[in-house]
């Protein structure tokens, strides 16, 4: 990866006066690449996407019409609230992160953790429906747990080669 470097032109006139320039790299997110060059993927993938971004739009689909709809449409289960919403949203993050393979997972969670704030935020103009801190907590967390055990499963099943 090449490196686009003033530095090298006004070196020279910082040794004339005396000053030793102070040269630092630049951080990976800032370095700027000839247009020639390709980067280089995050990693390779061995599955197929295609189906798990359909189960992972579908099943966000679901969680939306689940949390915005009437409360009596909601499956009950034996299980608290609480622990419904968390295994909701961490089925949902493992399926992104085996949707989106080649995405940094931080902008995985970022997104959503976003979704989870806004459908929640969306509860307080549905009638009949509360939203509340403590669900988000649940939401947020049980996405971002979902995310690490999506990305880290496929690397625990790797066939040996």
């Known amino acids: ?9 006004i070196a020279p006139e910082l040794r004339r006066l005396g000053r030793a320039p102070q040269v630092r790299p630049l951080p990976t997110f800032l ?3 000839r247009d020639t060059e390709q980067p280089e993927p995050m990693r390779s ?3 197929s996407t295609f189906g798990f971004r359909l189960v992972s ?32 949203y961490a089925l949902l993050g493992s399926f992104y992160a085996l949707a989106y393979p080649r ?25 009949g429906r509360d939203a509340g801190l403590s669900d988000f907590v649940f939401k947020a967390v049980g996405a971002i747990i979902g995310l690490l055990a999506g990305r880290l499963l496929p690397r625990l099943f790797r066939p040996v080669t």
């Open 103 to 127: 995405w940094r997972l931080w902008i995985l969670a970022v997104c959503l953790v976003a979704a989870a704030g806004a459908l929640e935020w969306a509860q307080l103009y549905v009638p």
């Open 45 to 47: 993938t061995n599955h």
């Open 57 to 88: 739009l579908a099943l966000f689909a679901v969680i939306a019409l689940m949390t915005l709809g009437p409360v009596g449409g909601r499956p009950h289960t034996h299980l608290s609230p609480d622990f419904d919403r968390f295994a909701a």
């Open 1 to 9: 990866m090449a490196i686009v470097d003033d530095h090298a032109a």
């Open 31 to 33: 370095q700027i690449t």
